[in-house]
């Protein structure tokens, strides 16, 4: 019994790296091999760029995997849905088995380093999970600014970072408006999806014990902040009180 868990789990792990490989792949040619007259190259990077880059990732992304043997069925996000959860999607296509794949595109600037940001509700990957789905999988690609635009840049000795949230670095933490956050240079560390979902769960209540404390601290000084909003509304309603009448 102990050989087949471990041969079950060395096989979902050897099937995790190869939907990792097939698609950092995928992006790497997208951003290695690139026509120098493309478009992306004249956005300003300043503000909304890496938004910009995204969107460009999951057309690419698409076209490169139209004829692709096993990444099948690859689609953009919609456009002008926001809050879609994932940028694009694609099934994972081995022998007669086939794994929904989301893919969350996320482009740093090279001067941005040792941000923290946001990475997305854990809400849609619960969601995705009771639904039957589990990979979502965070491809970084990092990008400096030059005289006429931008240009993607290695960054640690490659052009693009790729990992599944569910190896997502220990370190990433639960924001108080329910949006994961980890520093972009944070290593992902391989898990078991079980081990995952217990380490998912347990940062959520930690992020939910941390808003309650504050709560709570703040519920005991309801009282005496009423106490003295009112003795600053008498001290004034007295000045107004003690003005001359016309």
């Not at 694009?88 to 001067?111: H, M, N, Q, V």
């Not at 999806?193 to 309801?222: H, P, Y």
Request: one cysteine or more.
């Amino acid at each position: 019994m102990i050989f087949l868990i471990w041969s079950c789990l060395v096989n979902i792990q050897s099937f995790e790296n190869l939907v990792k490989e097939h698609i950092e792949t995928v992006v790497s040619n997208v951003i290695t091999r690139i026509d120098s007259n493309d478009p992306i190259f004249k956005t300003s990077a300043k503000a909304r760029a890496g938004a910009e880059i995204s969107d460009w990732l999951e057309e690419k992304f698409v076209a490169a995997t139209a004829e692709h043997p096993l990444l099948k069925n690859s689609e953009g996000a919609p456009k002008g849905k926001t809050k879609n959860p994932w940028d694009a999607r694609t099934f994972f296509t081995y022998g007669d088995y086939e794994e929904e794949i989301w893919i969350d595109f996320k482009a740093f600037k090279l001067s941005g380093e040792d941000s923290n940001p946001d990475i997305g509700t854990p809400d849609k990957i619960i969601k995705f999970i009771e639904e039957g789905g589990f990979y979502l999988l965070y491809v970084y690609v990092y990008y400096e600014q030059t005289a006429t635009g931008l240009q993607f840049s290695s960054h640690n000795g490659a052009y693009t970072k790729v990992y599944f949230l569910k190896d997502i670095s220990p370190t990433f933490r639960r924001t108080p408006t329910n949006q994961l956050q980890v520093n972009i240079d944070a290593q992902p560390v391989y898990r078991t999806r079980e081990e995952f979902i217990d380490l998912l769960m347990q940062k959520i209540e930690e992020g939910l014990i941390r808003q309650s404390n504050k709560a709570q601290n703040k519920l005991t000084q309801i009282e005496s902040k009423k106490a003295s909003l009112k003795q600053k509304n008498i001290e004034s309603e007295n000045k107004i009180a003690e003005l001359p009448s016309e």
